[in-house]
């Protein structure tokens, strides 16, 4: 069975400050890792995905995130955050072949002026 | 296209009364989800489909919760009798299972609030 564990339910940080949201998952066979975003009041929107190919993967607005296999981890990063980036984060799994999406209990990016 | 769309938005209910939510996924998805998100719990997946047949109803919380997809184009998630605790906001997502589309697209919920 798959888990996923984000590690900090809520991050405050400062406009154009670097942010981290960090994301361990488990899983005994190979898996689909996948970062969603939240704003206020809607649904869930994919920000990226990795499923195959280099261990980086980066969104349009900046964010990337980076598979790491030995550590089973999918960070997600920003060099500079906006107050618009405030919202919540989801980290994903899904074994590759399957379909059963595994969320995070997600974290609460602040950013603050 | 429109994306996913349920209805209500809103819904309050008093305690025992039948609640039904709706969802219209996007045109050409094969994959339908139920989700439910609180505070305490999180985001779990209620039930899925695939081609209008249910796969895997594990995450149904108890027999007052039952969901159907009658076609490709409408699927129903219905609470009777709903009870406070089943206050949360619901998600129906779709997913087009064809090579290469892996993500979820989620409609924006129905919030339920049991009085």
């Known amino acids: 069975a798959q888990s996923v564990t984000q590690l900090d339910s809520q991050v405050p940080v400062f406009e154009e400050a670097p942010v981290e949201l960090r994301c361990n998952y488990s899983?005994?066979?190979?898996?689909?890792l996948f970062w969603y975003v939240q704003y206020p009041n809607q649904g869930l929107q994919l920000l990226l995905k990795y499923l195959s190919g280099s261990t980086l993967v980066e969104s349009i607005n900046g964010f990337e995130a980076e598979f790491n296999k030995s550590q089973t981890s999918f960070h997600l990063r920003k060099p500079s955050v906006h107050i618009s980036d405030t919202a919540e984060y989801f980290c994903?799994?899904?074994?590759?072949?399957?379909?059963?999406?595994?969320f995070g209990a997600g974290t609460r990016l602040f950013v603050k002026a | 296209d429109a994306g996913v769309i349920q209805s209500p938005r809103h819904e309050v209910t008093e305690m025992g009364q039948e609640v039904t939510l709706r969802c219209k996924p996007i045109?050409?998805?094969?994959?339908l989800f139920w989700y439910r998100q609180t505070m305490m719990r999180g985001l779990e997946l209620l039930i899925y489909f695939n081609n209008n047949v249910p796969i895997d109803d594990s995450g149904m919380p108890e027999d007052r919760f039952s969901a159907k997809m009658p076609n490709a184009s409408f699927s129903t998630l219905k609470i009777q009798p709903s009870e406070p605790r089943d206050s949360a906001v619901y998600f129906c997502?779709?997913?087009?299972?064809?090579?290469?589309?892996?993500?979820?697209?989620f409609g924006p919920g129905t919030r339920l609030t049991v009085t």
């Open positions: 997502a779709s997913s087009q299972g064809s090579k290469g589309a892996y993500e979820q697209y």
């Open positions: 045109s050409g998805h094969d994959y």
């Open positions: 899983s005994s066979v190979s898996v689909y």
């Open positions: 994903a799994v899904r074994e590759t072949g399957g379909f059963k999406t595994i």
